[in-house]
């Protein structure tokens, strides 16, 4: 290749780049128009104070909980004794009473708070980043690849197929059984559960953007196919596939609930987490139904928040839903 | 129509062979094998090595693949290490369980998600608009199987309305020539058999119902809303039909197609969550028997049992992508 050959190649790729990015330049763009939107919308901001509360006290409450969250006060004081059916309720002491172990309730949901948010968000990113890349090849192979490129979807998207025709927890069962019990089996193991989620969303979206003038115009400005997908292609698909995992935040922290439900959750490093505190407390239900019902509600209104904002960005995005 | 469905069986058998390969990797990988959960924990090693002989667990994996499959093509899914039954014997018993289930979720998940959709979308804006739609937010955010504990509590135990475990009552000495207990029932005229039955599925049925409720209330809301500002809407409107005709032949029929498509994709959550479900009632199924499987090792009851549920799935959405094009003449599939 001639050296000017090369500089032309290049100038290529900028006239392609603008060419592509103007477009949203001119007026609002998209993200800003559906910000716009989300802030008027009051679901969404209800949503966003229940996790701005959520995310505050994950980082900041574990600092400043009353008591050791795993030290078995009440065992230690003798006022607990579970094996006999004797779990104290709240006193002006443990505003919560104490769990089986004779710890702090109070002081469990609130640090139980970090690894719940830690759990939620790192099974996310797991299932995200496999999903988008599984998805990302896929949907540039299909919409730019030409037949070969067909090759490769196929190949792929019945990989997906094929983790889709097993029931999420069926999947997310198997791959904690698989790696055993460690902090991160599940993480990956709910993670896994997302991943032909995000895969199938990016690709469907990716082959709509694929047929739009943009990407005709950076291919007859004659930008190479690969730089079209990832800098034009892949950024503009990217809207569902984050209402995705907003609504995918909700959903990972129920499961990890579920899966130590099922016997399969493992203490992460030690520390007091509302799925495992739900799952344990279903023993004593009997005993002191309570302990099954605070991190319950912990969980479920923090679902409900994630949920709520990722409807409501759902609905800023979406074109249809526009008035 | 028909080269379609073929075309998609056809698809069926790749996919379940990639599943296969992967179970088959999967389950071997699995620590401890069924030997520790025949022996336990005190197993000697000659013991172990006895066992998994006897299973054939000590040849190579290919060979043991290879059988594998010679077996399945005959459709013989192998015996249960556990129970020393057939798998397809047991997944025959227990499937109708899962079914029956699973019906009554969708059956309350219909019944209250579609009239209660379309109300809210015709009163849009009202409080039972926010009501609804909050709610149904909600409902997805509750964790199945804590709702189950909580019904079982006080609709059981306390209450004592319902019966808090099992599919029926051991007292009724009832015959099932098909493993569907209500059908059973109905069947063979034993009418307290077919009620119990039935009183037994409401509460895991609820359970089981509320995820997907919430999901249909929302999408036939959404549907119906987008559907109502459409110009034929009007037009039929204008032209003087009564408001009766116009909601259902106008509004309702083609507000019900993305509520069809949705219906057939909760089929796979259901099946999720009857294993939590079938756990908290002790409800003889699939999901219950899977989830033992998973503890006991039970190798060819796991890949069995996933395989078939994977096959039923598969269907399940090819009958919802058909009946699209049923109620929908102008989705045509190729």
Not at chain 1, 66 to 89: L, T
Not at chain 1, 184 to 199: E, K, L, N, Y
Not at chain 1, 271 to 299: D, F, H, K, N, T
Request: proline fraction near 5%; charge should be positive; include cysteine.
């Amino acid at each position: 290749m001639t050296l000017a050959s090369g500089q032309k190649k290049e100038k290529l790729d900028r006239l392609g780049e603008l060419a592509a990015v103007r477009d949203d330049e001119q007026g609002v763009s998209l993200w800003r128009d559906a910000f716009r939107r989300l802030r008027r919308n009051p679901a969404a901001i209800v949503g966003a104070i229940i996790l701005a509360l959520f995310v505050l006290v994950a980082i900041v409450g574990p600092f400043l909980v009353p008591y050791d969250p795993a030290a078995p006060i009440g065992v230690q004081d003798g006022v607990v004794r579970s094996g006999q059916g004797i779990i104290p309720g709240p006193s002006s002491d443990h505003w919560l009473g104490y769990d089986h172990q004779g710890r702090d309730e109070f002081s469990r949901l609130i640090a139980g708070s970090r690894q719940t948010l830690i759990v939620g968000v790192v099974s996310t990113l797991i299932g995200l980043t496999v999903g988008v890349l599984l998805g990302g090849l896929s949907g540039a192979a299909a919409g730019l690849g030409g037949r070969w490129g067909r090759w490769v979807d196929n190949i792929l998207m019945r990989i997906v197929d094929m983790l889709l025709s097993v029931p999420g927890l069926l999947l997310a069962v198997s791959f904690a059984a698989i790696l055993g019990p460690s902090p991160i089996t599940v993480m990956i193991a709910v993670g896994a559960v997302s991943v032909p989620i995000f895969a199938r969303l990016l690709r469907g979206s990716m082959i709509a953007q694929s047929n739009r003038d943009y990407v005709l115009a950076a291919t007859s400005l004659g930008v190479r196919r690969w730089k079209i997908a990832i800098s034009h292609v892949i950024p503009n698909s990217l809207a569902p596939v984050i209402v995705q995992a907003t609504l995918t935040l909700a959903t990972a922290i129920i499961e990890v609930a579920a899966l130590s439900f099922l016997g399969l959750g493992t203490q992460v490093l030690g520390q007091p987490e509302w799925g495992l505190m739900l799952a344990e407390a279903q023993q004593y239900l009997g005993i002191r139904p309570a302990l099954a019902i605070y991190p319950a509600v912990a969980i479920i209104i923090t679902a409900f928040g994630f949920t709520l904002l990722g409807e409501a960005m759902r609905e800023a995005l979406d074109p249809k839903l526009r008035k | 129509m028909f080269r379609f469905i073929v075309r998609r069986l056809l698809l069926l058998i790749p996919t379940l062979f990639g599943l296969s390969i992967l179970l088959f990797i999967w389950l071997h990988r699995l620590p401890g094998g069924p030997e520790t959960a025949i022996l336990g924990e005190r197993g000697t090693p000659e013991m172990r090595a006895q066992i998994r002989r006897n299973l054939g667990l000590d040849e190579p994996l290919l060979i043991q693949y290879g059988r594998f499959m010679k077996r399945l093509l005959q459709f013989d899914l192998g015996t249960s290490i556990s129970t020393k039954r057939e798998v397809t014997t047991e997944f025959l018993q227990r499937f109708p369980g899962t079914v029956e289930l699973t019906i009554t979720a969708m059956v309350i998940a219909i019944g209250i998600g579609i009239p209660l959709g379309y109300l809210a979308a015709r009163r849009n804006g009202s409080i039972l608009d926010y009501a609804s739609v909050g709610g149904s937010l909600l409902g997805t955010c509750i964790p199945i199987f804590f709702l189950a504990y909580v019904l079982k509590a006080i609709f059981a135990e306390s209450l004592g309305w319902f019966p808090a475990i099992g599919r029926q009552d051991s007292s009724i000495n009832a015959t099932h020539p098909t493993n569907f207990f209500v059908l059973d029932g109905l069947m063979t005229r034993e009418w307290d058999a077919a009620a119990d039955a039935i009183w037994h599925l409401i509460l895991p049925g609820l359970a089981l119902a509320s995820i997907p409720l919430a999901i249909i209330v929302r999408i036939t809301r959404a549907s119906v809303l987008e559907v109502l500002g459409e110009d034929f809407v009007r037009t039929a409107e204008a032209k003087g039909l009564t408001e009766r005709v116009v909601r259902r032949r106008h509004v309702l029929r083609n507000a019900m197609l993305p509520v069809a498509t949705s219906i057939g994709l909760l089929t796979g959550l259901l099946l999720s969550g009857a294993v939590l479900t079938e756990t908290v009632f002790g409800f003889s199924g699939i999901g219950l028997f899977l989830y033992e499987a998973i503890s006991n090792r039970d190798y060819p009851v796991l890949q069995g049992f996933i395989l078939l549920i994977a096959v039923i799935f598969t269907l399940v959405n090819l009958a919802v992508d058909v009946s699209y094009s049923l109620i929908d003449p102008r989705v045509r599939v190729r």
